[in-house]
Nanobody
Framework: QVQLVESGGGLVQAGGSLRLSCTAS????????MGWFRQVPGKEREFVAG???????TYADSVKGRFTISRDNAKNTVFLQMNSLKPEDTAVYYC?????????????????WGQGTQVTVSS
């Protein structure tokens, strides 16, 4: 069982930056593929970025070049550095973990989820 807790959301002006953190319980964090997703009301949860246990990284096209995902296995934490934020980045951001070593953009492929953190970008 893995518990995920996100932090770092908030309100920021367009062009600003935020750094999200997701800390996991358990001793096997390094073996999990981690992902960040986001969701706005009335829309499906969408993939933002993912990082495998070997640190291979995948980004959604909409955030490529602006967002950076990283992980610190010693601290059981995955980060999402978000720069050049746009109003359309406004959403609840979720951290997720899956035990498979393969990356996936499908939310149903993930085994564990955090509670989410709100990111609001004002224009």
């Amino acid at each position: 069982q893995v518990q995920l807790v996100e932090s770092g959301g908030g309100l920021v002006q367009a062009g600003g930056s935020l750094r999200l953190s997701c800390t996991a319980s358990g001793r096997t964090f390094s073996g999990y593929t981690m992902g960040w997703f986001r969701q706005v009301p009335g829309k499906e949860r969408e993939f933002v970025a993912g990082i495998r246990r070997d640190s291979a990284i995948t980004y959604a096209d909409s955030v490529k070049g602006r967002f950076t995902i990283s992980r610190d296995n010693a601290k059981n934490t995955v980060f999402l550095q978000m720069n050049s934020l746009k109003p359309e980045d406004t959403a609840v951001y979720y951290c997720a973990a899956r035990s498979s070593p393969l990356q996936s953009r499908d939310p149903s492929a993930y085994d564990y989820w955090g509670q989410g953190t709100q990111v609001t970008v004002s224009s």
